[in-house]
């Protein structure tokens, strides 16, 4: 059972340091957002900033990106779990919620990072036991 905690915490790191990378260099393709034209504007949005998209980048999927691959590095590192597991909780949520509210297709990676992340904080319990007192 150890083994699979470890494929869980090394996988959800390595995806998390694709994607939180992949937020500064694009080199993976954008979801497919035809049909839901909310999802695109809502994306772009966060995206760029300004009207031309070449110019102006915004800087939320730049903080969004940047702490996913710190916390994708903390988890393929074994460095301070408990606190990379916590900082991802608002992440997996902000997520689900995008493709539960605007883009219901694109919704398995999400549900996957939270579902990995909840059960990763559920072995970790101990790590927090001392907030909940």
Do not use: C
């Not at 090394?10 to 340091?17: D, E, F, I, K, Y």
């Not at 949005?45 to 940047?66: C, Q, T």
């Not at 904080?121 to 790590?127: E, R, V």
């Amino acid at each position: 059972m150890k083994i699979l905690h470890v494929i869980l915490r090394v996988g959800l790191g390595l995806m998390l340091l694709a994607f939180g990378l992949n937020k500064f260099f694009w080199f993976m393709p954008d979801f497919d957002f035809t049909g839901y034209p909310e999802a695109e504007h809502l994306f772009n949005s966060l995206r760029f900033s300004g009207e031309d998209p070449e110019v102006g980048k915004g800087y939320i999927m730049h903080l969004v990106g940047a702490s996913e691959a710190i916390i994708g590095l903390l988890l393929v590192l074994k460095k301070w779990v408990p606190f990379a597991l916590v900082m991802l909780v608002p992440i997996s949520i902000n997520i689900v919620l995008f493709h539960l509210v605007v883009n219901l297709p694109n919704i398995g990676p999400a549900i996957l990072v939270a579902a990995i992340n909840a059960y990763l904080l559920y072995k970790n319990w101990n790590a927090y036991r001392a907030m909940f007192q």
